[in-house]
């Protein structure tokens, strides 16, 4: 069975700075399917989320992830990203600098085969997609984000609004088209308008060729984006699974209800 | 002769001692006018009662030019007479970029100014731009009063003696009320090693006038050292607009030390671009004097150095008039062992209300031997202004890091792009798109 699944996460064990943050935590998501990973602030999502995309400071102290049939421990972010996996931030990062556009065109020229550094150890300037090409897919998506062509020009999540990061964030899910996107508390700081934004550019990426897993606090975004699984999270471990309707129930009951049933949950 | 033509350089019999003399002689010879004689025996007589600068004095601190034994270059290297651009070395040739037609083009080549260009649109505008030596003899008179009068012959012996030794330079003068129709560049070139160089240039501009002007320094690695010792003054008259740039990307043989400074009057404004990338030991004193009410100064540069790269340097924002405004911002990189200095001085006069100053250095670390000082400084004898500076020091960013990685950029691509954006704010203010692209891909080409 977790052969055939496209990331598979393993009785994953993850300490941060000593701190036993995951504790046996054990996930499937395929393409084609939408995920949503629900639970109390401090129950581990985003060290989940990190973990999966390799972030330095996380420590696998136990388990696995496999993605595509074989383990991605070994191997860095930037990999794990060039071999389909995408992590969309709760706090996308600024880079002061480097134009949207910039840094949208070296990260998809990062995905084009090898790359050979010339004898002096660097690398040749014009490589990759033709400029024309790149404006013309940037701009394509920009659309469908509703977002200014201004926007290509200025610097990457540098002065942006909370609506505006999240969107970039989107936009380079658009570009980059991983096989499977994790959303990272993608609907903090929006309000209604930038979260239907955002919620209808990750539909229209959804489909067969996309896996998402949707970490959130809240249930609003899945008033947006519709999962095909529900889990809840508590302490470190995946306490309860089911359909869209349980992401129903944890809104008019909240999270105690999992709490107590915990043991006859699992 | 061509640009493959060897230029040797040999110490003058009679070393430094000698070197006033010499120079004073080949003045005389130029027709120089008797004041501009009358300065170099002055700089003489203060060179030769002054000391080489050591770690004693504040500037020179932390700052010394290592074995250099000056005596042992020549300061009188000829250079040959360009008859056109093809005679130009080819770092020059490429660095103009095809682009020489639509320029004010200046060319010194050690000693001398290989070649004045004129474009004819300046030309019919007035706007003069003309070596030292011609400037002295057709332009005395614009030039008495300005040459030599911002820079302190008696600030150290290196001062001095370049003021004693000047040889070459150039005149940019733009008459009032007159926008330069195309931008001037004044191009320094060393010849390979033992050379000494010494131009002093000075750049007026009319009330009312606007000009961009670029001092570009260049020069092919060689194995010795040379030196530049280079000489700026610059005179923003009333409501003038003057974007200047100084770029150095000297060969990794010279040691350069020069002067710099700014007079802006009333009403005037300077876009001042220094960035340092080549060179072994660079030491530049920016100084920008704002004299009338409502002057600006906004002055951007950075530095990248590696290997053992030395750069230093000291900015001064004096505000002498009300209402004035100084904006001034350095970024430096270093890898490997490189180091840098930057010390800073604003400086508000008594008189100079309503001052809006800010000064800022931001240092980022690549390696764990580089370092980078940074040393800011205020000096407030007003009492209803705004001054604020800041000075860091850091390493590349590891959230910045993570975040691109996890776009699939290879950690060498994530700080490539964090050290590019780090400059760009800088590099953006060139003024010439060729040459903006070039000094990026000089960044790029560094970064590794």
């Known amino acids: ?266 | 002769m061509t640009a493959e033509t060897r230029i040797l350089a040999k110490p003058v019999q009679g070393g430094l001692d000698a070197w006033p003399a010499l120079a004073l002689e080949r003045a005389v010879g130029a027709n120089e006018p008797a004041w501009a004689l009358e300065q170099r025996r002055e700089a003489a007589e203060v060179a030769a009662r002054l000391p080489f600068p050591d770690r004693r004095l504040e500037l020179w601190r932390r700052t010394d030019f290592g074995t250099l034994a000056l005596g042992e270059l020549d300061p009188f290297v000829p250079g040959p007479q360009a008859r056109n651009l093809d005679d130009l070395p080819a770092i020059v040739i490429a660095r103009l970029a095809g682009e020489a037609a639509n320029l004010g083009l200046l060319v010194q080549r050690n000693s001398d100014v290989v070649l004045e260009q004129t474009h004819p649109a300046l030309a019919q505008q007035g706007v003069i731009v003309c070596s030292m030596e011609r400037a002295l003899r057709e332009h005395a008179e614009k030039l008495q009063g300005r040459l030599g009068a911002l820079i302190e012959t008696d600030l150290d012996r290196y001062t001095a003696l370049h003021q004693a030794m000047r040889a070459g330079g150039a005149f940019v003068w733009v008459p009032d009320g007159v926008q330069a129709g195309v931008p001037i560049r004044l191009i320094q070139w060393l010849d390979g090693a033992g050379v000494a160089g010494a131009p002093a240039t000075v750049i007026v501009l009319g009330r009312g006038a606007s000009a961009t002007v670029l001092e570009e320094c260049l020069s092919e690695t060689a194995d010795g050292p040379a030196f530049f010792s280079g000489g700026t003054e610059v005179f923003v008259g009333e409501d003038a607009k003057l974007v200047y740039g100084h770029l150095q990307d000297w060969g990794r043989n010279v040691i350069h030390y020069s002067n710099q400074r700014a007079r802006i009057e009333r009403g005037g404004e300077l876009q001042w671009i220094q960035t340092f990338l080549g060179g072994r030991t660079t030491k530049t004193n920016s100084y920008f004097q704002l004299v009338g009410a409502g002057a600006k100064a906004y002055v951007h540069g950075f530095m990248f150095g590696d290997q053992r790269q030395h750069f230093d340097l000291h900015t001064l924002q004096k505000h002498l008039a009300e209402q004035t405004t100084s904006d001034l911002f350095i970024k430096c990189a270093l890898k490997d062992r490189a180091r840098s200095v930057y010390q800073g001085m604003i400086q508000v006069a008594r008189g100079a209300q309503r001052t809006d100053a800010y000064q800022a250095n931001r240092n980022l670390l690549l390696s764990d031997t580089a370092r980078a000082d940074s040393i800011p400084g205020l000096e407030i004898l007003a009492n209803d202004v705004r001054c604020t500076h800041g000075a860091t020091v850091g390493t590349v960013d590891e959230e910045q890091m993570y975040y691109l990685m996890t776009r699939g950029l290879p950690r060498g691509d994530a700080q490539r792009l964090v050290v590019e954006g780090f400059f760009a704010p800088v590099l953006d203010r060139i003024p010439l798109e060729s040459v903006r692209e070039q000094l990026r891909g000089m960044i790029q080409a560094k970064i590794g």
């Open chain 1, 1 to 266: 069975m977790s052969q055939t699944a496209d990331l598979v996460v393993q009785d994953l064990h993850v300490a941060v700075e000593g701190k036993q943050i995951l504790k046996g935590l054990s996930l499937e998501v395929r393409k084609g399917e939408v995920h949503a990973l629900m639970g109390p602030n401090g129950s581990g999502k985003s060290t989940l989320a990190n973990t999966l995309m390799g972030h330095p400071r996380y420590e696998v102290t136990g388990g696995d992830i496999l993605f595509k049939g074989e383990s991605i421990l070994g191997l860095e972010s930037d990999a794990r990203s060039r071999a389909g996996l995408f992590l969309a931030f709760q706090y996308p990062v600024a880079i002061p600098g480097v134009t949207v556009s910039n840094f949208l065109r070296t990260a998809l020229n990062a995905r084009l085969a090898p790359r050979v550094a010339t004898t002096d150890g660097s690398m040749p300037a014009r490589r990759g997609i033709a400029p024309k090409e790149f404006r013309a897919l940037l701009r394509e998506h920009m659309a469908l984000l509703k977002m200014d062509e201004s926007f290509a020009l200025r610097y990457l999540n540098d002065g942006f609004s909370g609506g505006e990061k999240k969107r970039t964030e989107i936009l380079q899910m658009a570009m980059l088209k991983p096989e499977i996107a994790i959303m990272d508390e993608t609907d903090s700081g929006l309000d209604i308008d930038a979260l239907r934004i955002v919620s209808e550019g990750v539909n229209a990426l959804s489909g067969p060729d996309l896996g998402v897993l949707v970490i959130t606090h809240y249930q609003r975004i899945l008033d947006y984006i519709k999962p095909h699984f529900v889990h809840v999270m508590l302490d470190g471990r995946i306490t309860l699974s089911g359909g869209p309707e349980l992401a129903l129930e944890l809104e008019s009951r909240g999270y105690d209800f999992v709490r107590e049933g915990k043991e006859s949950a699992r």
